[in-house]
């Protein structure tokens, strides 16, 4: 079965610190692969996806993502997190075949300190 | 960009009654649309799929008969809530594909129901 899985579920951060935010999918064919954000009380916002070409990923407000596809992962980083980064972070999939539905992880909270 | 609309953002209803989500592509024809539901603090739940023109698919374990969906233009989608019960109280989401953009998203619904 197609699933994404976010193995943490609850980040806290001191500001400057760096972020990595692991996703793993499960699914043997072709796949898309996104990084939603959703900060409180606000609608989902894209941070970048990945269809094809370079498994590095750069997204909007300093975010990146690497896919790795021996390892099913599409990890999130920032090198330097800010206050304002505290959100509701989705890893999600797009699977070949999938008549395009969006598969979410379970979303992973952050939370960073001033 | 393209933009889903979705109203209304947040209604209290009473137990039994029905209530009517809709979502509507301001910029663009949306042949699909999918339609979430997210628990508190939990990720977005893919209930069924809007085809314009067909019936929508469903998924696993989601009551059909509980949860309409309509998709009778291009440019609407609806989800009714029929006889509405304090555990349907949730955040309903709907989302058009995009393409290589991706998807964009509804800013979302909250049911409560009394």
Sequence with gaps: AQSVSQHNHHVILSEAASLELGCNYSYGGTVNLFWYVQYPGQHLQLLLKYFSGDPLVKGIKGFEAEFIKSKFSFNLRKPSVQWSDTAEYFCAMKASGGYNKLIFGAGTRLAVHP | ?114
């Excluded at chain 2, 960009?1 to 949306?30: M, N, W, Y």
């Excluded at chain 2, 603090?41 to 799929?49: D, E, G, N, V």
């Design chain 2, 1 to 114: 960009g393209a933009v889903v609309s979705q109203h209304p953002s947040r209604v209290i209803c009473k137990s039994g009654t029905s209530v009517k989500i809709e979502c509507r592509s301001l910029d663009f024809q949306a042949t699909t649309m999918f339609w979430y539901r997210q628990f508190p603090k939990k990720s977005l739940m893919l209930m069924a799929t809007s085809n314009e023109g067909s019936k929508a698919t469903y998924e696993q374990g989601v009551e059909k008969d509980k949860f309409l969906i309509n998709h009778a233009s291009l440019t609407l989608s609806t989800l009714t809530v029929t006889s509405a019960h304090p555990e349907d109280s949730s955040f309903y989401i709907c989302s058009a594909p995009m393409g290589n953009y991706g998807y964009t998203f509804g800013s979302g619904t909250r049911l409560t129901v009394v």
